[in-house]
């Protein structure tokens, strides 16, 4: 066990005395005593509550909660949202849909106030009862580790840390201190609502087992943290394999690299489905065995194609990329100049022309002695020789048989193969502007111009395309 002195919060959990810290407070006895010993130590404390709204009372906790603020000096800050139509309208649990919005006001008002973690009151019952409700849905190494006494919760904040200072105490020792000094706490009755799971590991199993061995919640507890110094060897591993085969990670999405991801051993592609499924899932969907090898399979089978992990995660094999998202949330790259499928519009030349809220299309006619090309040319700036083209363009997305003869090589391909190659995903392609003279497509914008229609040394008019986005 652990005691919760300056030792464990400066050293293991990070903190820093003089810096300001958000509490996350519930009324209940282990929030109670987190709140209290950080106010026996020292450090300066902002409280906040969140009113999930979902017992009659709860307001009369805030509350509770509000005037022992006002109490002790310490600045108190309310958050409170319907947990309920946030389960029903994301398609969550009471229990998921209710930690995420408490997490994310707990990580909003620790911005808000500067502070430099968040606490709360997780204790070493929470710890076991995490272990067995991992265990039971199946969970892999990492989910046996049990909660950790510092980590960063990259969906909610990549800055500020959560920490967990009681993770070494035990509820009933609490119970019992408070008790003696005379410091009260609220109840909430939901922790003994079976119709929760974790409640049912509680209540229900951890006394079934401890029949079976009356220190099982002492050995879960060790085991766990006994874990986690063997998980921090293979993450050292895992994470020399994540950063070899990351191709990409934005906020709505990552990608990795199939090739890479297949010379891996299962147990490191194990790690890095999961490791790509939590950036967008943190309940325990993606631990799930039946789950990790049915994607794992899928990414080594090599065929282009999309499967679903639990948890809405989106998995789809684009040409040697593999993305990770949530399911429905296709990624678009800020720089992708995507229109409306059908688009079909004229363009003369000079002309500015609108195609999409952001992108605008600009043709101008230069002189060849007027133009000089970069080295490393603009993607989005095509030169072509004006005496090739026919006007008016035409702006349209593609359409089925479209052929492009690429500039440098030897004759014409499919369309669709051309955007195989050069990695266009699928889910671009459709909304991806062409610009076409007549019926030939003279430029793919971002990528290539129509050989027939390059410049030469008998070249005397350029047309200038210039495709950007509009400030």
């Not at 997780?122 to 265990?135: G, P, R, Y």
């Not at 909610?156 to 840390?161: Q, W």
């Not at 669709?416 to 003279?437: E, G, T």
Request: glycine share 6%; with cysteine; aromatic share 10%.
């Amino acid at each position: 066990m652990r005691p919760v002195n300056e030792e464990l919060l400066c050293d293991v959990c990070g903190l820093n005395k003089n810096a300001p810290l958000l509490v996350g407070v519930s009324g209940g006895p282990d929030s109670v005593f987190l709140w209290r010993r950080f106010l026996e130590l020292g450090f300066p404390v902002v409280v906040a509550h969140f009113d999930h709204g979902l017992r009659p009372d709860s307001r009369a906790d805030a509350e509770w909660v509000s005037e022992q603020a006002k109490h002790l000096n310490c600045r108190f800050v309310l958050g409170q949202n319907d947990v309920k139509a946030y389960a029903k309208q994301k398609g969550l649990s009471l229990e998921a849909a209710a930690r995420q919005m408490r997490y994310r006001f707990l990580f909003e008002a620790a911005e808000t106030n500067a502070c430099q973690a968040v606490a709360v009151g997780h204790t070493a019952d929470d710890q076991v009862e995490t272990v067995l409700l991992h265990l039971l849905r199946g969970s892999g190494l990492k989910g046996l580790c049990g909660m950790r006494f510092r980590t960063l919760l990259e969906e909610f904040s990549t800055a500020i840390p959560l920490v967990r200072p009681l993770l070494g105490v035990w509820r009933k020792d609490i119970e019992r201190y408070l008790e003696q000094a005379g410091i009260s706490y609220r109840q909430d009755v939901t922790n003994r609502d079976l119709r929760f799971l974790r409640n049912r590991v509680r209540h229900e199993l951890l006394p079934i087992l401890e029949t079976y061995n009356p220190q099982i919640r002492r050995h879960l507890w060790r085991m766990a943290f006994s874990l986690q110094a063997d998980y921090q060897i293979i993450d050292q591993v895992a994470q020399s394999a994540w950063q070899r085969c990351l191709e990409e990670a934005a906020p709505g999405y990552l990608a990795l690299k199939r090739v890479e991801f297949c010379a891996e051993a299962e147990g490191v592609q194990a790690y890095l489905i999961k490791e790509a499924a939590g950036r967008f899932s943190r309940e325990q969907f993606g631990s799930n065995f039946i789950s990790v090898t049915r994607v794992m399979n899928f990414i080594k089978g090599g065929h282009l194609g999309q499967v679903e992990m639990e948890g809405g995660v989106q998995v789809v094999i684009d040409h040697s990329l593999v993305y990770f998202f949530p399911r429905g949330n296709w990624p678009v790259m800020p720089d992708w100049p995507l229109v409306a499928p059908e688009i079909s519009l004229l363009v003369s030349v000079p002309e500015r022309l609108t195609l999409a809220d952001e992108w605008v299309l600009e043709t101008s006619l230069l002189h060849a002695n007027e133009i000089s090309i970069p080295e490393e040319p603009d993607p989005f700036t095509a030169y072509l020789d004006y005496a090739t083209v026919d006007l008016p363009l035409l702006v349209r997305t593609r359409k089925s048989g479209d052929r492009f003869w690429p500039y440098g090589m030897p004759g014409p391909m499919r369309l669709s193969d051309f955007m195989v190659n050069v990695h266009l995903p699928r889910w671009a392609r459709d909304r991806w502007p062409l610009v076409f003279s007549g019926d030939s497509l003279v430029w793919v914008p971002g990528f290539r111009i129509a050989h027939p229609y390059r410049l030469t040394p008998l070249t005397r008019e350029v047309l200038m395309l210039r495709l950007y986005r509009q400030d």
